[in-house]
T-cell receptor, first 116, second 115 residues
Framework: AQSVTQLDSQVPVFEEAPVELRCNYS??????LFWYVQYPNQGLQLLLK??????LVKGINGFEAEFNKSQTSFHLRKPSVHISDTAEYFC??????????????FGKGTLLTVNP | GAVVSQHPSRVICKSGTSVKIECRSL??????MFWYRQFPKQSLMLMAT?????????EQGVEKDKFLINHASLTLSTLTVTSAHPEDSSFYIC???????????FGEGSWLTVV
């Protein structure tokens, strides 16, 4: 089984400031890693994913994340945030292999609030 | 890009009645779809895995007889909440995989309010 810990439930930042949303995971098998964004009353949109290869992954809207296997982390970063980035961000993992490839385990989410 | 659509987006039903939520993959075939439940300001909890042409696989603690899942075709899965109670009120989200690149697409979600 997998588990995901998002260390910050809320992160307030000012516009144009950098931000890092932290995510740590636990798993006895190899995993794929994902970050999703959820705007109010909407479904989830994929920001980026790590499957293999380069540990630095670039996603949409200027976000990037770095997979650190030794620290079992997959922190999300953006060098300069906009008001429109205000949303809930979810880190998720799925086990590699077998039929569970698409079965996601989510963290509790981090509410990013960008203030003017 | 791939699109997953849910209907209805919002539904209000009376306690004791049943309500059906549809999840459609609009431009691809999905042999497997997933149903999640999300309580306000909380994370998504996987309820069940919906497999086309076979029975759904439910997560521990999810009542099979209460949350009926039918995956009738490669583009449609339905979740029926039977004998709904106010505690079933929640945001229900489905997802589907296109089968390549391990990309999972989510629907817009459906708000269920049981009164």
């Amino acid at each position: 089984a997998q588990s995901v810990t998002q260390l910050d439930s809320q992160v307030p930042v000012f516009e144009e400031a950098p931000v890092e949303l932290r995510c740590n995971y636990s798993s006895s098998v190899s995993v794929y890693l994902f970050w999703y964004v959820q705007y109010p009353n909407q479904g989830l949109q994929l920001l980026l994913k790590y499957l293999s290869g380069s540990t630095l992954v670039k996603g949409i809207n200027g976000f990037e994340a770095e997979f650190n296997k030794s620290q079992t982390s997959f922190h999300l970063r953006k060098p300069s945030v906009h008001i429109s980035d205000t949303a809930e961000y979810f880190c998720a993992v799925s086990a590699v292999g077998g039929g569970s490839n698409y079965k996601l385990t989510f963290g509790k989410g981090t509410l990013l609030t960008v203030n003017p | 890009g791939a699109v997953v659509s849910q209907h209805p987006s919002r539904v209000i039903c009376k306690s004791g009645t049943s309500v059906k939520i549809e999840c459609r993959s609009l431009d691809f075939q999905a042999t497997t779809m997933f149903w999640y439940r999300q309580f306000p300001k909380q994370s998504l909890m996987l309820m069940a895995t919906s497999n086309e042409g076979s029975k759904a696989t439910y997560e521990q603690g999810v009542e099979k007889d209460k949350f009926l899942i039918n995956h009738a075709s490669l583009t449609l899965s339905t979740l029926t909440v039977t004998s709904a109670h106010p505690e079933d009120s929640s945001f229900y989200i489905c997802s589907a995989s296109k089968g390549s690149g391990n990309t999972i697409y989510f629907g817009e979600g459906s708000w269920l309010t049981v009164v």
